[in-house]
């Protein structure tokens, strides 16, 4: 990633939005200026890094599909709490973190529970379409879902457009109120800085390490999703 930063009217001109989109965007939290520059006003003063177009193409994509700003800065949160704005190698530390997690349970050790796996699971997904490992277009999925005590959730997922995912974006621990997905057309959508050779090594050991996890490559992965789709319904 390069250190080159761009003001408001250049970020927005970059992304084909209007300078008080951005403004706006910024104000409600959804993209974050360099430390510094982020203070309240017209905005003219701030200065975002260049990984912020990962978030701002997203956000642009989800506004044009009529997504209310709450939506969008809940998925612009998730992009963020997977680890893959800021730099490559921050999401390399990331996806590390998570591919040992894999690894401790294919070894059988002691390790999150079958839940916790699985969402761990879904986070090494998401992180291979959002960091564009994928040929081809790239969905976004969104439920909405009520847990047994009443409590409203969300779970965002990228996964690759080829399908499969809708069947664990849904797969929820109670009642599921809404679903909808957005496509991205092509993977360099998504991206907000050249991927490191070391992430993409990363991106693909954790990627086939996820699916052996998952056992997807079995002759019979039917049963595998459904024990998956099972754990993530179970909390």
């Not at 003219?44 to 177009?53: M, N």
């Not at 209310?68 to 996806?95: F, H, K, T, Y």
Request: aromatic share 6%; glycine share 8%; net charge neutral.
């Amino acid at each position: 990633m390069s250190n080159e930063t761009y003001s408001v009217s250049e970020f927005a001109a970059a992304i084909g939005e209007k300078v008080r989109t951005i403004q706006f965007w910024t104000d409600a939290g959804v993209l974050h200026p360099i430390g510094g520059t982020a203070k309240t006003g017209k905005g003219t003063h701030r200065r975002f890094a260049e990984s912020e177009f990962r978030v701002a193409r997203v956000a642009a994509k989800m506004a044009k599909m009529n997504s209310p700003i709450s939506e969008i800065i809940e998925v612009a949160s998730r992009i963020r709490v997977l680890g893959i704005v800021s730099s490559s190698d921050e999401a390399l530390s990331n996806l590390q973190m998570l591919h040992g997690d894999i690894n401790r349970a294919i070894n059988g050790e002691r390790g999150p529970s079958t839940s916790e796996m699985a969402r761990v699971c879904l986070d090494v997904l998401s992180i291979t379409g959002l960091a564009g490992a994928f040929d081809g277009p790239v969905d976004l999925h969104i439920s909405y879902f009520a847990l047994p005590d009443g409590e409203l959730r969300t779970r965002i997922l990228f996964w690759s457009a080829l399908g499969g995912a809708d069947k664990l974006a849904t797969a929820v621990p109670g009642v599921l109120i809404g679903y909808k997905v957005i496509r991205f057309d092509t993977a360099s959508d998504l991206r907000g800085y050249d991927v490191s050779e070391d992430l993409k090594k990363e991106l693909v050991s954790a990627f086939l390490a996820t699916l052996r996890l998952l056992k997807t490559v079995a002759p019979t992965p039917q049963r595998d999703l459904i024990a998956l789709r099972t754990a993530l319904s179970n909390g």
